[in-house]
C-alpha cells in the first residue's frame, strides 16, 4: 500500500464529516428512546439511589455505548475504507450534541408530558376497580390466614406460648445482689418463686 492510497480530496472529508454528523444525531435519537424508556417504565431520575435505577441505567449506557461505536466503526468503514479519522469522531460528538441541545430539550418536555397525561389517564380508567380489587385481595387474604391458622394453628401456639414464657422469666430475674465470698464480692442471680 502506498501512501497515496490513504490521500482523501475534501469533498470526501466534507462528505463524511456530513455522514458523521447525522450518525451523531441518530445517537441522540436512541438516548432519547432509551430515556423515554426509563420514563415510561416509571424510573425517576430523582430516585438515582435506588438499586433498580442504577441497574437498569448501566444497562443502557452499556448499550449505548456498544451502540456508538459500531456506528463509528460502520462509519469509517463506508466512507473511509475502514480507516478512523479525527473529523468521524468529532463530526459524531457534534452531531450528538447539537441534537440533545436543540431537538433534545424539546423532545424532552413533550416525553414528560406525554407520560403525566398517560399516568393520569390510566389511574382514571383504573380508579373505578381500585375498590373491588382490594376487597378481593382482603378476601383471599383472609382466606390464606385462616386456612394457614388451621394447618399450622397449634404448632404456632405452642412457639408464642414458648416465646411468651422466656419473656416472662427474664422479668422474674433479680437484678444480681453482692454476697460476701472468701473476702470478695460475688453476684448472684436469684429468682423469684
Known sequence: MSGLDLYQTQGQMLWMLAWAFVTGACLGVLYDLLRALRMAVGLDPRQGSTVL?????????????????????????YTNDGLLRGPAVWGMAGGFFVYVQTVGRLTVRIEKTIFRLLR??????????????????????????????????????????????????????????????????????????
Not at 441497574?55 to 466503526?73: G, K, N, P, Q, W
Not at 383472609?142 to 394457614?148: E, L, N, Q
Not at 411468651?164 to 460476701?180: A, F, H, I, R, S
Open 53 to 77: 435505577y442504577r441497574v437498569v441505567l448501566f444497562v443502557e449506557d452499556v448499550f449505548f455505548a456498544v451502540t456508538a461505536t459500531v456506528a463509528l466503526i460502520l462509519l469509517c468503514y
Open 120 to 193: 393520569r389517564l390510566v389511574s382514571l380508567v383504573l380508579s373505578p376497580l381500585r375498590r373491588p380489587a382490594m376487597w378481593v385481595f382482603l378476601t383471599i387474604r383472609k382466606g390464606v390466614r385462616s386456612a394457614w391458622r388451621a394447618l399450622f394453628g397449634r404448632a404456632l401456639d405452642r412457639r408464642r406460648e414458648k416465646r411468651q414464657g422466656k419473656q416472662v422469666d427474664e422479668l422474674n430475674t433479680v437484678p444480681p445482689e453482692p454476697v460476701p465470698f472468701n473476702g470478695k464480692t460475688v453476684f448472684s442471680t436469684r429468682r423469684h418463686s
